[in-house]
């Protein structure tokens, strides 16, 4: 079994931040990628961000210059820092962690966090 927590959600104005955090805990082996999805009310989840075990990062178009990934391989962490947040960041920020092998790949998620961004 994995489990992932996550914490730092909040509320927050319009161009402020937010840090995001995500620990893996369990039976965790050959991880490929942790990251974070999200998904607003009435949308499907979508990519925010995500950081492959070859350290290879990839972030969703709208959020692009203004979040960052990182990854801490001995604890099995993942953090995401928020900067200039709009309102249309507002969603349930899920995180995500993959393994994988030679012919499966197996995806965990923790149980979201709520990020509100408003005036």
């Known amino acids: 079994q994995v489990q992932l927590v996550e914490s730092g959600g909040g509320l927050v104005q319009p161009g402020g931040s937010l840090r995001l955090s995500c620990a893996a805990s369990?039976?965790?082996?050959?991880?490929?990628?942790m990251g974070w999805y999200r998904q607003a009310p009435g949308k499907q989840r979508e990519l925010v961000a995500t950081?492959?075990?070859?350290?290879?990062?990839n972030y969703g178009d709208s959020v692009k210059g203004r979040f960052t990934i990182s990854r801490d391989y001995v604890k099995n962490t993942v953090t995401l820092e928020m900067n200039g947040l709009k309102p249309e960041d507002t969603a349930v920020y899920f995180c995500?962690?993959?393994?994988?092998?030679?012919?499966?790949?197996?995806?965990?998620w923790g149980q979201g966090t709520q990020v509100t961004v408003s005036s």
């Open positions: 995500n962690l993959q393994m994988s092998g030679r012919a499966w790949t197996r995806d965990y």
């Open positions: 369990g039976t965790i082996f050959s991880i490929s990628a």
């Open positions: 950081v492959s075990s070859g350290d290879s990062t």
